[in-house]
DNA sequence: GAGTCATTCGTTG
DNA sequence: CAACGAATGACTC
């Protein structure tokens, strides 16, 4: 594992239930201007349960790359699984996403 | 070593 | 208002 997976890790375990972060917020947490990095990292999901990569969405608040990208099947699921934490998905977007999500990582 | 990718921003139609 | 392309850095094979 590389440390940048490690931040990533790390950085979720931070994301408090019933809240998302974005790749930007993620990528701008680990200095990084790959947003795309971040999400390959959790793509890939080294720390499967400790790292909710569903919790992560698009700077849109969309639900980004689980969308239509493989499927989207799991989309539905991650839907409903945001939805059990307390994240309401609208269609493929995320209700009061701009309350939510966390656009300053510590 | 090369290819691939879960994004984002900017510009143009 | 909507859509397309270009740029970037990391991960995997």
Redesign the pocket.
């Known amino acids: 594992?590389?440390?940048?997976?490690e931040q990533?890790y790390r950085l979720l375990m931070n994301v408090p239930k019933g809240r998302v972060t974005?790749?930007?917020a993620l990528?701008q947490a680990l200095n990084?201007?790959?947003?795309?990095?971040?999400?390959?990292?959790?793509?890939?999901?080294?720390y499967a349960p400790k790292v909710p990569?569903?919790r992560?969405?698009?700077?849109?608040g969309?639900l980004?790359?689980?969308?239509g990208?493989?499927g989207g099947r799991?989309l539905e699921k991650k839907k409903k699984l945001l939805a059990s934490e307390g994240v309401k998905i609208l269609g493929n977007r995320v209700d009061n996403f701009k309350k939510i999500v966390i656009n300053n990582i510590e």
């Open positions: 594992m590389t440390d940048f997976s990533i974005t790749y930007k990528a990084t201007k790959s947003y795309r990095a971040v999400g390959q990292a959790l793509r890939r999901n080294p990569c569903h992560v969405v698009a700077s849109d969309t980004g790359g689980f969308n990208k493989r799991e």
